[in-house]
């Protein structure tokens, strides 16, 4: 049973290749720019995974020691958090360590200083979704101009003589293009309302996170 089930799979996964090698083949050249589009689509999608793993913005860790700072601080234990912070390569370790290095100063210098570099960090979150939003515009047009080109010489070839059942195998194979940048599209539409969503909530807890470590660094807190 299993070497039959091993041949049934090693004989269907050549034709499913062969079916989508058919399928690109048929929709013409614009499926080169839509190839290289999907490329890229899948590319700026699994950069922003990365990107926004809890490692790179908000170590759990890293927030923990965060919410303890004013403990840390009063038992004059914070000297390993600041090195955390200083030494760490997350979103949140770049901020917290900018925080800190203003520590003492009035709360309105920390928060200029903190929210500078917000900027710049956000600026990082939002990496990459530009490239998302030029694959879904993109992509459909791509299709639609196969498609339309596609038409326009099947449309040139009619004639009083011209093999109707042809040109309906035609047609068909035209709107391959429009199928395929769509198919690239939809997911790409998708990932970049999730990421869209994730950055915004990783931004409130930036910013709730920030606030209290600028609070904790104030002058007046400190002498307190």
Not at 27 to 39: A, D, E, K
Not at 106 to 124: F, G, K, Y
Not at 174 to 200: D, K, M, Q, W
Request: glycine share 10%; aromatic share 6%; charged share 15%.
């Amino acid at each position: 049973m299993f070497e039959t089930l091993m041949q049934t799979s090693a004989g269907a996964t050549p034709g499913i290749v062969q079916t989508a090698w058919d399928f690109l083949h048929k929709g013409g050249i614009f499926m080169i720019p839509l190839g290289i589009t999907s490329v890229v689509g899948a590319a700026a999608i699994v950069y922003k995974f990365l990107s926004l793993s809890p490692a790179r913005v908000i170590p759990m860790e890293l927030e923990k020691q965060l919410n303890k700072f004013p403990e840390l601080a009063a038992g004059g234990a914070e000297a390993g958090l600041i090195k955390g912070a200083e030494n760490g390569a997350s979103a949140l370790a770049r901020l917290a360590a900018n925080a800190i290095r203003h520590r003492g100063k009035p709360q309105s210098d920390i928060t200029a200083a903190v929210e500078a570099s917000a900027r710049l960090e956000v600026a990082r979150l939002y990496s990459g979704i530009g490239v998302l939003d030029i694959v879904i515009t993109v992509a459909p047009l791509l299709g639609l101009l196969g498609t339309a080109s596609g038409l326009v010489t099947i449309f040139q070839g009619l004639s009083d003589a011209a093999d109707h059942l042809a040109i309906a195998r035609g047609i068909a194979e035209a709107l391959n293009t429009t199928i395929f940048g769509l198919a690239i599209a939809v997911p790409c539409v998708i990932a970049h309302g999730y990421f869209t969503r994730r950055i915004e909530l990783l931004t409130v807890r930036l910013e709730s996170l920030l606030a209290d470590l600028t609070d904790a660094c104030r002058g007046d807190s400190i002498n307190g």
